[in-house]
C-alpha cells in the first residue's frame, strides 16, 4: 500500500476534473489518487471512470460540503498520509516529495502546506494560501505572500521552511492519524475556514503546522464560490466567530468575540455604502446562525487552549494604518 493519499472533493467539476486530474495523475506516483464524490449531478463520475480508470470513486450520497464531505469520505481510506486537493489546483513534478520527507523525519509535524501559486498568474501568491495562514487577535487571517486583497509575487522572499498558524483547504497534507484524533473538521462549519479550526486544535494537541516551498502547486481560486457570492461572505463571517468560540483562551473569549461582533457590524456598514446589501444581509443572517449554535459549540471547547495563538494584534490596523500590505511589513 502507498503511504500517502490524494483525496479529491468533487461537486459537479467535471470541467475542472478533465483539466486538472491529468496533472495530479503525472505527478503523483508515490501516491493512490481519490475522487471524492459530493453527490454530483453532472457528468463527473462518468468522466472518471471513462477518462480516468486508475483514479478510485469515493460516492458520497449528498452534498456534504467541504468539512462533512472530507470526513464521509476519509472513512474509507488507510494510506498514512492524506492530501487533501482542491478540483482547482495544478500540481507540479515532484511535489510529493518534500512532503513525505517532512513527515518521515519530523514526527512532531502534523499538517504541511505546500507553495501555492496563483493558476492564472503563475508568478504570483494564490489568495487561499499563498507561503502558509495566520491569524491576528481577533481572528482575521492572513497569510505570508497575502494580506487582505494584497497578493504578493514570488520574488522568493518565502523561499523557505516555516512554522505557520494554519495550512490552506487547497493543498492540506494531515497525518490520518492526527485527522482521526481530532475528529475530523467540524461538519457544523459545511465549508471555509474549518482548516484553520482543525489546524488550531492540532497545535492546542501539541503538533506542529508546516509550510515548505520546496513543494509547489498552482491554484485557480473561486472556482466553486467566487468572492462575489454572499452565500461565501455568510460562511467566513459565521465561522470565523463559530472558530474563536471553540479555540480562544477562556480569559479572553467573551471580549474578542464581543470585538469581534462590532467590528463585523462595521464590515455590514461598508457593505451598505458599496451597495453590497446582499452581503450586509449575509452577516446578519452570520450573526443569527452563529447564536443558534453556541450552545453546542461550546461544548466542543477542549481543556487545551494556546495563549500565544496570534501573530499580530491587529491586521486590520496593521494594515491600514501602518500600510502594513506585505507579510514582512507587519
Given at each position: 500500500m502507498k503511504k500517502i493519499a490524494v483525496v479529491i472533493l468533487n461537486w459537479n467539476g467535471e470541467k475542472l476534473l478533465k483539466q486538472f486530474l491529468p496533472s495530479v495523475i503525472s505527478f503523483s506516483s508515490e501516491a493512490k489518487i481519490y475522487v471524492a464524490d459530493n453527490a454530483s449531478t453532472d457528468n463527473s463520475l462518468e468522466v472518471i471512470k471513462n477518462q480516468f480508470p486508475s483514479v478510485t470513486i469515493i460516492q458520497n450520497d449528498a452534498n456534504y460540503g467541504f468539512a462533512k464531505g472530507y470526513n464521509v469520505a476519509l472513512q474509507n481510506i488507510e494510506e498514512k498520509y492524506l492530501c487533501l486537493l482542491n478540483s482547482d489546483v495544478e500540481v507540479t513534478e515532484n511535489w510529493l516529495?518534500?512532503?513525505l520527507s517532512l513527515f518521515e523525519n519530523n514526527p512532531e509535524v502534523g499538517i504541511i502546506q505546500p507553495k501555492i501559486l496563483d493558476y492564472k498568474n503563475k508568478a504570483y501568491f494564490e489568495y487561499a494560501g499563498a507561503a502558509g495562514g495566520y491569524i491576528d487577535k481577533f481572528g482575521y487571517p492572513f497569510c505570508r505572500g497575502r494580506i487582505f486583497d494584497n497578493v504578493e509575487k514570488?520574488?522568493?522572499q518565502y523561499d523557505d521552511e516555516q512554522t505557520i498558524?494554519?495550512?490552506?483547504?487547497a493543498c492540506f497534507f494531515i497525518r490520518k492519524d492526527i485527522f482521526n484524533q481530532l475528529n475530523g473538521f467540524d461538519d457544523d462549519f459545511?465549508?471555509?475556514q474549518e482548516e484553520i479550526d482543525l489546524c488550531w486544535r492540532a497545535i492546542n494537541g501539541g503538533y506542529k503546522i508546516k509550510y515548505t516551498s520546496k513543494s509547489v502547486v498552482f491554484h485557480v481560486g473561486g472556482a466553486t464560490l467566487n468572492e462575489g457570492n454572499p452565500r461565501k461572505t455568510f460562511l467566513n463571517f459565521r465561522n470565523s466567530l463559530l472558530m474563536l468560540l471553540?479555540?480562544?483562551?477562556?480569559k479572553e473569549l467573551f471580549s474578542i468575540i464581543f470585538s469581534r461582533l462590532c467590528m463585523d457590524g462595521l464590515a455590514g456598514i461598508q457593505f451598505v455604502f458599496k451597495g453590497?446589501?446582499?452581503?450586509s444581509f449575509a452577516i446578519i443572517k452570520a450573526?443569527?446562525?452563529f447564536y443558534s449554535l453556541i450552545n453546542k459549540t461550546l461544548k466542543k471547547r477542549?481543556?487545551?487552549q494556546l495563549k500565544n495563538y496570534y501573530y499580530t494584534k491587529s491586521i486590520v490596523y496593521q494594515y491600514f494604518v501602518k500600510n502594513g500590505k506585505v507579510f514582512d511589513k507587519i
Open positions: 516529495t518534500p512532503i514570488d520574488n522568493g498558524f494554519w495550512a490552506s483547504g459545511f465549508a471555509h471553540k479555540n480562544l483562551p477562556k453590497k446589501f446582499k452581503h450573526h443569527f446562525s477542549t481543556s487545551l
